[in-house]
């Protein structure tokens, strides 16, 4: 893992979304794991104002919500739609999320694995990470082994991400389709972003506590090639910075990304 971190936010979103774009160019069939939340919103915008072409590459994203119709604005699919999909040239057909209306949720959880397993697997995933150190909607104790599956989220899930539903958590939706940590894990590189010292705490608690089912964010410290970019907010918790740091400023392969 090399943790990144960036004086403010700005500059953090922009490191992200420099990776994904070279990453896309070094490979126009790129699979792409997409993540959603307000950090994200930042990411999307920064590729949107970009040339670099989607026409051929593929993503899947990681959750969605449950319970809500198909129509419904506040829905992943549409957050999707507005932010990116429908600004850059990807094929529409191509961008999948799990699909949180359907009346057998375990069959459209299995789909989602089988149409990942057949897209050759995702390349690389982003990641944002909840205030409970979710990533995609894998609450604590998920399993590190979980794949794609109905999740109840919890009351601090529900409150963070109350924003989009008039402000009221009780309007949240209770459960969600998530990838599994395990799912997660299989993408060949993992990208998390976090801004802002509300997840100062639980950065720290990813990146150095113990891996833990507690935190799902944790397991990313079982994955060989992961990347966590951060502000110096969200930074400030973690006890290695130093270390970091002079990964960052000496390591060939950032060189490119220090200014
Ligand atoms: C939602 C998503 C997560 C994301 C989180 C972060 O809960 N399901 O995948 O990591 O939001 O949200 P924000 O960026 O708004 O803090």
């Not at 909607?137 to 979980?146: A, T, Y």
Request: glycine share 6%; aromatic share 6%.
């Amino acid at each position: 893992m090399e943790v990144i971190t960036r004086p403010n936010a700005g500059q953090a979103v922009s490191l992200v979304a420099r990776l994904l774009l070279s990453r896309v160019f070094a490979n126009p069939e790129i699979v792409l794991g997409m993540a959603t939340g307000r950090t994200m919103e930042h990411v999307y915008s920064h590729l949107v104002a970009s040339e670099v072409s989607f026409k051929r590459c593929s993503s899947f994203n990681l959750d969605e919500y449950v319970g809500l119709e198909p129509s419904d604005p506040r829905l992943y699919r549409q957050y999707m739609h507005d932010r990116f999909f429908s600004k850059i040239d990807i094929d529409p057909a191509n961008t999948h999320l799990p699909d949180g209306c359907a009346a057998d949720l375990q069959k459209a959880a299995a789909d989602y694995e089988a149409l990942i397993d057949s897209s050759g697997g995702i390349d690389v995933q982003l990641l944002g990470i909840g205030i409970a150190g979710h990533i995609g909607f894998n609450e604590p104790l998920s399993s590190i082994m979980s794949r794609t599956r109905a999740k109840a989220l919890t009351p601090a899930t529900r409150l963070q991400n109350a924003e989009m539903f008039g402000g009221d958590p009780d309007n949240v939706p209770t459960r969600a389709l998530t990838m599994g940590v395990g799912t997660i894990l299989e993408a060949k590189e993992l990208i998390l972003l976090a801004t802002g010292s509300a997840k100062a705490d639980i950065v720290a608690k990813a990146v150095e506590g113990p891996i833990t089912s507690m935190v799902s964010a944790s397991a990313i410290q079982l994955h060989p090639n992961c990347k966590v970019i951060v502000d110096e907010d969200a930074a400030s918790a973690l006890q290695g910075r130093d270390y970091y740091d002079f990964v960052f400023a000496n390591e060939p392969e950032w060189a490119d990304y220090r200014d």
